[in-house]
C-alpha cells in the first residue's frame, strides 16, 4: 500500500532525476560552443524544453504503478493532501525548493484535471528572494591595473586557448571599460572585477556575466563571445543596464548555463537588473515552467491589488486570435478563435503547432516568449462585458463559465508591447525612424535563424520600452528554407496587366517581396528611410542568398 509518505518521496524522486538530466544537456553547451555543431547545440535546446513534460509523464506512470496515482476521487482528497504536507517537509530545506513545488502541481494537476488553482494539492506561493546557496564568483583585483585583471579574466575562461587574438581582446574590454569610466568621478573607478563563474551559453555565443566594484559605485558587465572560423572573439562589452536587461529579455532563447542554485542567481542578476520581473530571469535561465508560476502568482497578487478590466489590447482585431489585457498590467492574453476571418486558411491545430515551433526555435532576440497556459480561471467581474461576450461567443473552444469564474482552457500570454503601427502614429519623428529601422533589422535577423514572419503587416511586430522591434504574431511563420520566394513575372498583356486576380500561378510557399511595401502601410516619410536602409528585403534575390547561407556548413 503506497503512503502519503511514500508517493511524495515518489514525487520529488522523479523531479531530482528530470533535474539531473537537465544539468547534462546544460552542461554539453560549452563543448558545442567550441565544435561549432549546430545541430547538436539546437538538439539539446529542443530536448532540455521537452524534459519537463517527459518527467511529468513518468512521474504519473510511477505514481499509478504504486498504486496512488488513482486515488483521485472521494478518500483520494484526503489521501493527497497528506502527499501535499508529507511532500512540503520533505523539500523544504532543499535548494531551489520551489522548482520542487512547481513539478509537484504540474504533476496533481494532471492528476486531478484543476481547473484555476486546487490548494489543497498545490504550493499556492513562491519563495522568490530566499536564495538558499551561493552563486560561484571569481573576484580579481582591479585597483592596480585593469588591463592585468582583464587579462586574468580571459585566461580563466575554459576556452582561453581558443581565443582569436587574447592581447587584443585585452585591449578591446579595457578600451570600453575606460571610455565608460572616463567622465565618472576617480571614486566610481572600479577597484574589483566579480564575475559569476558559469557561464552563459546561448545560440552559438556565450556571456560571461559580472560587475565592476567601486568605492562609491557598482557597474554590471557583460562580455559576450562568438565562436567563428578564426577561433573565439570578443562580441560585445556591455556596461548599460538596459543593453544587460535586453540579453535576459523575454524575446530571446534560453540560456544553457550550469547555476548550482537558480533562485540566488536570479537574486543577484535582479541587483543588476531591477525592473526585470523574477518570471522572466527564471524563463531565460531555461527554467521555463518555474517561470510561468512566477507570472501566474504575479498575476494573482496583482489582480488582488487593483480594481480594473480585463479589456481589448491595443492595436487592430486579430482574424486568428482574440487579445486581451489589463491595463493596470503588462502582459496580454491571446485565445485562438472558434473560426477565423478571410483571408485566414489556416487551422486551430496548425496556429497552435506555430507556437509550439516559436517555443523550441531560436528567438533571435526579435520573438516574444509565448507561454502556454490551460484551464486559467479568471473573476469574470474583472471583464468588460462585450470582451467576455466575445470569447465566450467566438471562443467557446477555449472559453466558458462557470459560476463567477470565466474559465479559459486554452491561452498564450505574452508581455505586452506597444503595436509597431501605433507606435510609428505616436512617437517622435526620430524615434518613429529608428524603429521603422529596426523593423526591417528584426525582419533580417530573424532571417538568420531560419525564420520568415509570413504576415509582416506592422501591426504584427511590436515595440519595447527599450525601442526594439519584436514580432509576436505567429500563426504564419514558417522555416524560410521552405518558402519560394520569386520575381513578379512581366505581363505580356494591357489583360495580364490589369487583371483582379494573378495571372500567373502562385503556389502555396510562393513569396513575392516586390509585393510587400504598398501593403505595409508606412507612412510616406518612413517608407523612403525604410527603402534607403533596407531596399534589398523587397528583392527575391536577397531572401535566395540569406536560404543559401543559413542552408551552408559552418567550416
Not at 538538439?43 to 496515482?69: K, N, P
Not at 486546487?118 to 506561493?125: D, H, I, K, L, T
Not at 587579462?151 to 571599460?177: N, Q, Y
Amino acid at each position: 500500500m503506497c503512503t502519503p509518505q511514500d508517493a511524495a518521496a515518489l514525487i520529488a524522486a522523479q523531479f531530482r532525476a528530470y533535474n539531473e538530466e537537465f544539468g547534462v544537456i546544460t552542461r554539453r553547451a560549452a563543448a558545442h560552443f567550441l565544435s561549432g555543431d549546430t545541430a547538436a547545440r539546437e538538439r539539446d535546446a529542443v530536448a532540455r524544453i521537452e524534459l519537463y513534460e517527459q518527467h511529468i509523464t513518468r512521474a504519473l506512470v510511477v505514481l499509478r504503478a504504486a498504486g496512488a496515482g488513482s486515488v483521485t476521487a472521494g478518500d483520494g482528497a484526503d489521501f493527497w493532501v497528506a502527499v501535499t504536507s508529507a511532500y512540503g517537509r520533505v523539500i523544504e530545506r532543499l535548494a531551489d525548493s520551489d522548482f520542487y513545488r512547481t513539478f509537484y502541481n504540474s504533476v496533481t494537476r494532471d492528476l486531478f484535471g484543476t481547473v484555476g488553482v486546487n490548494p489543497a494539492v498545490e504550493f499556492c506561493a513562491t519563495h522568490s528572494g530566499r536564495a538558499s546557496g551561493p552563486v560561484p564568483i571569481r573576484v580579481y583585483p582591479a585597483s592596480g591595473s585593469l588591463q592585468a585583471a582583464i587579462s586574468e579574466v580571459l585566461a580563466d575562461l575554459p576556452f582561453a586557448s581558443a581565443l582569436a587574438a587574447p592581447g587584443l581582446a585585452v585591449r578591446h574590454i579595457t578600451g570600453e571599460l575606460g571610455r565608460h569610466f572616463e567622465a565618472r568621478p576617480p571614486s566610481a573607478a572600479p577597484e574589483s572585477i566579480e564575475m559569476i563563474e558559469p557561464l552563459f551559453y546561448r545560440t552559438g555565443e556565450v556571456l560571461l556575466v559580472g560587475r565592476l566594484v567601486g568605492d562609491s559605485a557598482v557597474t554590471p558587465l557583460v562580455i559576450a563571445f562568438r565562436h567563428g572560423a578564426a577561433g573565439v572573439q570578443v562580441e560585445a562589452v556591455l556596461l548599460s543596464r538596459n543593453e544587460i536587461s535586453a540579453q535576459f529579455g523575454y524575446a530571446n532563447s534560453y540560456f544553457h548555463v550550469d547555476l548550482p542554485v537558480v533562485g540566488a542567481a536570479v537574486t543577484l542578476l535582479r541587483s543588476f537588473m531591477p525592473r526585470k520581473p523574477v518570471d522572466e530571469l527564471y524563463t531565460v535561465l531555461g527554467r521555463a515552467k518555474q517561470g510561468k508560476t512566477e507570472r501566474y502568482f504575479a498575476l494573482r497578487r496583482h489582480l488582488d491589488s487593483s480594481i480594473d478590466a480585463f479589456v481589448h489590447a491595443p492595436g487592430e482585431r486579430g482574424l486568428v486570435m482574440i487579445v486581451f489585457t489589463l491595463p493596470s498590467h503588462d502582459l496580454v492574453f491571446k485565445v485562438i478563435r472558434d473560426r477565423f476571418g478571410v483571408p485566414k486558411h489556416t487551422t486551430r491545430a496548425e496556429v497552435m503547432e506555430r507556437y509550439r515551433f516559436v517555443f523550441r526555435h531560436d528567438r533571435a532576440g526579435r520573438m516574444v516568449d509565448a507561454q502556454e497556459f490551460r484551464r486559467l480561471s479568471l473573476p469574470r467581474s474583472r471583464f468588460m462585458p462585450a470582451l467576455a461576450d466575445e470569447l465566450l461567443r467566438e471562443a467557446s473552444e477555449s472559453c466558458r463559465a462557470e459560476g463567477e469564474e470565466l474559465v479559459i482552457e486554452h491561452c498564450y500570454i505574452e508581455r505586452r508591447l506597444r503595436p509597431l503601427n501605433l507606435y510609428l502614429r505616436e512617437a517622435e519623428p526620430v524615434a518613429a525612424e529608428a524603429a521603422i529601422v529596426d523593423y526591417g533589422n528584426a525582419l533580417r535577423d530573424l532571417a538568420g535563424t531560419n525564420i520568415f514572419a509570413g504576415d509582416l503587416l506592422l501591426k504584427n511586430f511590436g515595440v519595447t520600452r527599450h525601442g526594439r522591434v519584436i514580432f509576436y504574431d505567429y500563426d504564419e511563420v514558417a522555416l524560410l528554407r521552405e518558402c519560394e520566394f520569386r520575381e513578379l513575372p512581366v505581363a505580356r498583356s494591357d489583360e495580364e496587366e490589369t487583371a483582379a486576380e494573378p495571372w500567373f500561378y502562385v503556389g502555396p510557399r510562393d513569396v513575392f517581396p516586390e509585393q510587400w511595401l504598398p501593403f505595409l502601410a508606412m507612412p510616406p516619410a518612413l517608407r523612403e528611410v525604410f527603402v534607403a536602409r533596407h531596399g534589398e528585403l523587397l528583392t527575391a534575390p536577397w531572401w535566395r542568398a540569406r536560404q543559401l547561407e543559413i542552408s551552408r556548413p559552418l567550416a
